[in-house]
């Protein structure tokens, strides 16, 4: 009766499992001082793990007969650079790589998802902290996609200017794409066009994500039930959506490792 009466509600469960380990209390929908130090710290995880992998193949990498891990990472490269490629013409020596390293990165903070819901909380509860919230998928966090999105615009940004020249794209600022007489009206144009660029990556990235973490914790949900039918959903469902949710944390990192290529090349484009 005891633990019946402390155990959560649906609402509850959800809440805590969708909370953030951050450097204080939020109170405010935007407050730039605030620090979500879980999506920090697995972000930067995700990516020494990544350089680390990266390093591995590239110092076991043979010319004869390459192993099973080195035929997988040469297929992935021999893919980013096809699409580096087809999308942006011009010297690609840092721009290839980028894209590699978006995608490797964006997957493996996606893949973080398939870790059990209650991993972390139930470790938080084993050491006696179950009232700290913590939760290990950057990409799921606003926070940590807008922050990726950003760094996107420095660079769309950076490659206007050193293929345009700054005259160049403040010219284009203002005369494109209805000529200099409506400069105004370009420059806001433009404005949104940056804008919408780079809160639509950050925005399709956390909102699939979110989605499906937020699914978990429903199939976890259903599983808590105390009948036959819920034990078997949970298991059933769980599965079906672990197996499609492979094929989601893929095709996003994929999706956001185009954006980013398609940006940057149209950097190198003029209006």
């Known amino acids: 009766m005891t633990a019946a009466a402390h155990a959560p509600t649906a609402s509850e469960y959800i809440v ?11 109170s405010k929908i935007v407050d730039f001082t605030i620090f979500n130090l879980d999506t920090i710290f697995w972000s930067v995880v995700c990516g020494v793990f990544a350089c680390l992998m990266m390093y591995l193949a590239a110092r076991k990498a043979t010319s004869g007969v390459p192993g099973r891990f080195q035929s997988f990472v040469e297929m992935v490269v021999e893919m980013v650079e096809d699409q580096s490629k087809a999308i942006v013409h011009g010297d690609r020596s840092f721009i290839a ?3 590699l390293t978006v995608f490797i990165w964006v997957a493996l903070m996606n893949s973080l998802d398939f870790l059990p819901v209650d991993l972390v909380s139930g470790t938080m509860r084993f050491m006696g902290m179950e009232e700290i919230h913590h939760r290990i998928v950057p990409t799921a966090d606003l926070n940590g996609t807008l922050g990726i999105a950003l760094g996107v615009l420095a660079l769309m940004l950076y ?23 409506l400069a105004p009206f370009n420059l806001l144009l433009n404005i949104i066009e940056f804008a919408a660029k780079t809160v639509s990556l950050g925005m399709r990235l956390f909102g699939n994500m979110y989605a499906g973490e937020l699914l978990f914790l429903l199939i976890a949900l259903l599983g808590s039930a105390a009948t036959a039918f819920g034990f ?13 949710h492979i094929l989601i944390v893929l095709l996003q990192a994929f999706i956001f490792m185009m954006l980013t290529l398609v940006y940057i090349g149209q950097a190198h484009e003029a209006h």
Request: hydrophobic share 50%.
């Open 16 to 26: 805590h499992h969708l909370g953030h380990f951050s450097s204080q209390h939020q």
């Open 97 to 99: 790589p980028l894209a």
């Open 159 to 181: 490659y206007s200017v050193k293929i345009k020249g700054l005259g160049g794209f403040i010219h284009e600022l203002f005369a494109a794409p209805f000529g200099i007489w």
């Open 232 to 244: 078997v959903g949970h298991v059933i469902a769980g599965s079906i959506w672990a197996i499609f």
